[in-house]
């Protein structure tokens, strides 16, 4: 929670210095648009942004769960053998290096402008660092570990839960970290290209038509919502999830 304050302070400070800059150096607002002008676009379009916050959030919920589940897929693929552990990594040798909005003009071709293009863009740019964390922290798992779990009488899927999922969780949590903030990035990016179909998007959506409109405040107020999710997911959830299992443990272990 201190950590998560010292966020909202150093943002209260940037503020500060921002209308510092802006009133020394006279800018226009169209460029340099002051606090008071975003706080009052935040105001004004609240509702909006709040619609648009909760459908960013909705898809890229629906698109890490399905990464997700294909991560742990691939992983246990490539447990399952030297052969398929070749064939993962070539694989994420060549796809992880890769943006997610590289593909976008394939996710059209195949879906068209809409949710389904921007929903394949999410998935492409999670699933790969998720398998790369996954994997890792699969194979990172002590040997002495396993036959502990294995003199205990543990196998198979007790063996997964109890010995293997707590050994490899740091990188399992780094992974979900790194593949929210690549799905968060891919879903804004795909949406500040091509916009979204039938009036439907998200924050991306949003700054686009922004953008389009020349309102500056607003643009900038729907980047701050950005920046403030995700310090929230962060400090709120990611940091909460580790101070209750990876800190917890370490405590506990020594």
């Known amino acids: 929670m201190r950590d998560f304050l010292w966020k909202i302070a150093f943002i209260l400070v940037a503020a500060i210095i921002w209308e510092l800059i802006r009133l020394a150096g006279g800018y226009p607002k169209l460029?340099?648009?002051?606090?008071?002008?975003?706080?009052?676009?935040?105001?004004?379009?609240?509702?909006?942004?709040?619609?648009?916050?909760?459908?960013s959030?909705?898809?890229?919920?629906?698109?890490?769960?399905?990464a997700i589940v294909l991560?742990?897929?691939?992983?246990?693929?490539?447990?399952?053998?030297?052969?398929?552990?070749?064939?993962?990594?070539?694989?994420?040798?060549?796809?992880?290096?890769l943006p997610g909005i590289a593909i976008l003009p394939v996710a059209i071709l195949w879906f068209?402008?809409?949710?389904?293009?921007?929903?394949?863009?999410?998935?492409?740019?999670?699933?790969?660092?998720?398998?790369?964390?996954f994997y890792t922290g699969f194979r990172s798992i002590p040997v002495n570990q396993l036959e502990v779990g294995r003199n205990l009488g543990l196998a198979g899927w007790e063996l997964a839960m109890k010995v293997m999922l707590p050994a490899s969780f740091p990188h399992i949590l780094s992974g979900l970290r790194t593949g929210w903030a690549r799905a968060w990035q891919a879903s804004v990016a795909a949406e500040l290209v091509f916009g979204a179909a039938g009036g439907q998007g998200g924050l991306g959506w949003y700054l686009y038509k922004k953008r389009f409109m020349m309102e500056t405040p607003g643009v900038f107020a729907g980047m701050l919502i950005i920046v403030l999710i995700g310090i929230a997911v962060e400090y709120l959830i990611f940091?909460?999830?580790?101070?209750?299992?990876?800190?917890?443990?370490k405590t506990i272990i020594s």
């Open 57 to 66: 959030l909705k898809i890229i919920g629906m698109g890490l769960i399905v």
């Open 71 to 97: 991560a742990m897929l691939g992983t246990f693929i490539s447990i399952s053998g030297k052969f398929f552990a070749e064939i993962v990594t070539d694989l994420m040798a060549i796809m992880h290096p």
């Open 31 to 55: 460029l340099f648009p002051g606090v008071g002008s975003i706080a009052i676009a935040l105001w004004t379009e609240r509702l909006d942004i709040i619609s648009k916050t909760l459908f």
């Open 112 to 133: 068209g402008i809409g949710i389904k293009a921007i929903l394949f863009v999410i998935v492409f740019s999670a699933v790969w660092p998720l398998i790369n964390h």
């Open 239 to 249: 940091a909460g999830v580790e101070k209750r299992t990876v800190r917890k443990w």
